[in-house]
């Protein structure tokens, strides 16, 4: 395949690369609830794993609402970031490019924001270069006042696949500082109404100051392997296009869905400063990215094919 992509580089021109776009076509639609228990459907704010992007950005705008009166949003504010890696001898640069919308707060709350980070990948050949791009992060940022002048920060972040995929959530987080000590919630009645929803136990992993409630799902069933730790299984994101990529998500093999609850203690240890709620699908994770990765290999691999100049006259 590199031999392939090398040469047929050579065949096109600058004009033919020049700002070339990817043009995504849906192929794959993995099924909701795939890895998980038949019954049991987990979310956060009623954001599920397997939602497209555009079934979720309309909830991110709805709970932003519920703290914010509408009001005119300030000009998008662009911020670009990129790293780079090389595969097969293509290098693949990926950037964030964040267009964020702000709305003023009331209340002297700060403001609050739903944020859309684009994963733009480049793909340099000689002449130009093919780019691949789409939405892969939503992100809300809320402030809700509590019972004394500083609010409980809220942030809420939601993680998709590429559109050949069908831009499905697998991942989505949220956290919740309480800056107030009057306002930290007791962790254990947060965890009964967990339990009761799920209608299962969670492994507790405790640490200094510092406790993880762990919700791990392996082929469609709840597990608790011996000897888990606070990293042995977490919802894990895309940390880019390539095969090594795909062989590092859900290595144990027995992480498939994760739903991890972390405290931090507050006044007490059934009091939290920060709650962190983690709900990953890696599995739809591990599919989904594999067939983004071997669509945009395929799409560059025919268009360099059947990208030919005319000979000239002789």
Known sequence: MKMLMAGAALLLSAS????????????????KGLNLPQGIQLDILGITLGESFDEVKPKFEKLLAEVQPASKPAPPQNR??????????????????????SYQAHGGTGPA??????????YPVPGGNIQAKYVSVLTLVRATAGSGPRPIRDRIEARFSAPSSGRQLYAVTRSLTYYE??????VSELMN????????????????????????FHNGQSVSPAGATFSSCSAQQAEGFSSASLRSINASGNCDVV????????ISRDHAQL?????????RLKANLGTDYAY???YVRELLGRSRGAPPKL
């Open 259 to 266: 739903f991890n609850v972390e405290v931090r203690h507050g």
């Open 275 to 283: 709650i962190s709620f983690s709900l990953g699908d890696n599995e």
């Open 16 to 31: 033919t690369l020049h700002a070339q776009q990817i043009e995504w076509k849906q192929v794959q639609n993995t099924p």
């Open 296 to 298: 945009m290999q395929n």
């Open 80 to 101: 670009v970031l990129s790293e780079a890696e090389i595969e097969m001898n293509v290098i693949a640069n990926r950037e964030a490019i964040n267009r964020q919308s």
């Open 193 to 216: 109404r967990i339990v009761a929803k799920l209608r299962m136990q969670p492994q507790v992993l405790a640490g200094v100051g510092t406790v993880i409630y762990r919700f791990q």
């Open 181 to 186: 000590q009057s306002d930290q919630p007791r």
């Open 113 to 122: 924001h739903v944020q859309e980070s684009e994963t733009v990948i480049n």
